[in-house]
């Protein structure tokens, strides 16, 4: 008993008035949510193995009947857009874990906190850069491992990993919403099957050449489109405009438009639910 | 600290077309352990998630602590712990993790977070699972966990959303001990719960809610006097006899109400003559000819006095705690719409009260 007493003069001596800081809180709110993926199998060993599995499928099940795209090899193809587009499958988890967050009371506890209510989403995106930039590299060296080669340098190489890692920034917004609206896990899971028609009615997978036109209509004018060509064609460097008609800027500019697009109009939704309580 | 710590004046929150919360009003003084009483829907849960400065409200005006929630919230949140209807910790780290994240986030600088971690463990008994992950934990120790963590700022209210709902039985008996042991530290004490014995046995103060608003308050005593003093329970041995004891006791001018589950009979008795409504009572039953397991006068149970107040029954789980109206052979009770009622407000856990 006595032990409280002493420790409740001490915090209320120690503590600041305000509690913790947004960068603070935010930092704080992040490592949980890293350690909840490190130390969650299910999330880190079956995410992990997936993704692998769905890469070396794609690259000797659909590339042994795809064969050459305008001379360039499927897996070369296949690789740079199946990272992109891993983007928003790896952030399904986010919506998931937002769920479940606001429907246990982890959420409420953390806004009945002192320190800036917002840090409860910026932490989140914050981790989610982080297992994103874990999960793509892991992609990438798969990809390499199967035969994927890098046609452009280095340097627009690893332009590409921070692209995606940018597209990520966009993406996690919009899964922040879904899980604010789903309310609960699973419902959040159901949600997040939008991912297929967006990543499989684009150009991550197949070229879109050999679609019927409104599948191509669609496919033309979403944005996972313009981010698997962007970075496909940052990998390809000199190739880019032979076999996908533009070189690297024309698509990077346009994903970034698009990226940029999906964080505002996102972000001011999510934190519109957020606030609503 | 003479300032009450919660003062609500004509609270509104509406949820799309049903109000949670419709023009409540509510004052606990400070230094005290209040229950808030109600059947799921009643708006219990919006009312401590609006105290904790979750909610917007619509109308009114709520203070707690001295800060009005919505201009003063961080003062609000500095004053106040949270536990609610889940325990809310993370079952992927520690128990020691869980609170030093909550001390650091309250503004507890690392070293201090630590220390205050260490002690809550302690008060708890959970210094030796603290190193343990929290999904090792049992559900009872995962609750007072999350009650650890709502004590790490040491706040001047706690707030405490149906802490036990869940528990089974021996893990909330625990809990209770660990909630009033915060009690006798002198932490005022805000706890919602649909268990009648659970606010007997804990607060000193009850706010009966319905419906959004506060129905009746006062101290478990004073709720009992208003329904008007004794209980004459009669408890028969074959369920066919239950009309005719009942109709025994209504010509002998009690209101007798029928409880078929449990096969009682019960019916008020007065304030001051326990003995003789005890006697006459018996004679009644025993001339009607009917076998009785068992007779006797008791204090009148909260849910009687949930059900005198409001009109209908508290317990809403659909687990029989409330008795069973039978409208054809308890004339005049209080409870005709308990039947219909019950389930209607039971159905899910957060449905209504929550958003």
Redesign the interface.
């Known amino acids: 008993m006595s032990t409280l007493k002493g420790t409740t003069m001490t915090t209320a001596v120690t503590a600041r008035d305000r509690g913790a800081g947004l960068s603070t809180a935010s930092l704080l709110v992040a490592k949980r949510a890293v350690l909840t993926f490190l130390r969650t199998p299910q999330l880190i060993i079956v995410g992990t193995v997936q993704l692998v599995g769905f890469l070396v499928t794609f690259r000797y099940v659909f590339g042994g009947a795809f064969g050459d795209y305008k001379g360039l090899a499927y897996v070369d193809f296949a690789v740079p857009g199946f990272i992109a587009a891993g983007v928003p499958f790896t952030l399904i988890g986010t919506a998931v874990v937002m769920a479940e967050d606001l429907h246990t009371g982890f959420i409420d506890r953390l806004r009945s906190l002192p320190s800036p209510s917002a840090a409860v989403l910026t932490g989140r995106v914050l981790a989610d850069t982080v297992v994103l930039a874990w999960s793509l590299a892991v992609a990438t060296l798969v990809g390499f491992a199967i035969g994927f080669r890098l046609h452009g340098s280095v340097l627009q190489g690893l332009a590409a990993f921070g692209l995606c890692l940018l597209f990520g920034l966009a993406f996690s917004w919009v899964f922040i919403l879904l899980g604010l609206v789903a309310r609960n896990g699973q419902a959040a899971q159901g949600l997040s099957l939008l991912v297929f028609p967006v990543t499989f009615g684009s150009s991550a997978y197949v070229p879109i050449d050999g679609m019927p036109g409104w599948l191509r209509a669609f496919a033309e004018n979403q944005p996972v489109t313009w981010m698997a060509n962007a970075v496909r064609a940052l990998t390809l460097g000199d190739k880019a405009v032979p076999v996908l008609g533009h070189g690297a800027g024309y698509f990077v500019v346009r994903a970034l438009i698009w990226s940029v697009a999906i964080m505002i109009v996102f972000f001011g939704l999510a934190v519109a639910v957020f606030r609503r309580g | 600290m003479t300032e009450p710590t919660i003062e609500a004046h004509g609270l509104v929150k509406r949820f799309g077309r049903t109000a949670a919360l419709d023009g409540l009003d509510l004052e606990v003084a400070a230094g005290q352990v209040v229950a808030i009483l109600g059947p799921n829907g009643a708006g219990k849960t919006t009312f401590v ?1 609006s105290v ?5 409200l619509d109308a009114g005006t709520l203070r707690v602590a001295g800060h009005d929630v919505r201009r003063e919230s ?1 003062a609000v ?2 004053a ?11 079952p ?2 520690t128990g020691r ?1 869980n609170l030093e ?9 690392a070293r ?1 977070a630590k ?2 971690a260490t ?2 463990l ?2 708890f008994g959970l210094t030796d699972v603290g190193d343990r ?1 929290v999904r090792t934990y049992s559900g009872g120790m995962r609750r007072k966990l999350d009650l650890g ?2 004590m ?3 706040p001047r209210l706690l707030l405490l ?1 149906e802490p036990t709902t869940g528990l089974d039985p021996r893990a909330r008996l625990d809990l209770w001990d660990s909630i009033e042991g915060l009690v006798t ?1 002198g932490t005022d004490v805000l706890l919602t719960t649909q268990y009648l014995d659970e606010a007997e046995r804990l607060a000193g103060y009850i706010v009966i809610i319905d419906r959004g608003r506060a129905v009746a308050s006062g101290t478990p005593a004073e709720l009992k006097r208003r329904v008007g003093g004794n209980v004459l329970e009669v408890h028969v041995r074959d369920v066919a006899d239950l009309p005719a004891a009942a109709a025994a006791l209504a010509r002998a001018g009690h209101e007798p109400q029928v409880d078929r589950a449990t096969r009682r009979v019960s019916a008020g008795a007065g304030d001051d003559r326990a003995v003789q409504a005890l006697v006459e009572g018996l004679r009644t039953v025993e001339e009607a000819g009917v076998a009785l397991a068992d007779i006797g006068v008791r204090q009148p149970s909260l849910d009687e006095v949930f059900l005198a107040l409001t009109g209908h029954s508290a317990g809403t789980d659909g687990e029989g705690d409330e008795p069973a109206a039978d409208p054809g052979d308890a004339e005049g009770s209080v409870s005709e719409s308990t039947g219909p009622e019950g389930p209607a407000d039971g159905a899910g856990t957060r449905n209504g009260t929550t ?1």
């Open positions: 998630r904790a400065t979750l909610v917007r961080r949140r500095r106040i712990g949270l536990a609610g209807q889940f325990a809310s910790v993370e992927a780290m993790q994240l909550v001390g650091r986030l309250y503004g507890q600088r201090t220390a205050s002690s809550v302690a008060d992950l963590a709502s790490v700022s040491a959303d530290r958003r």
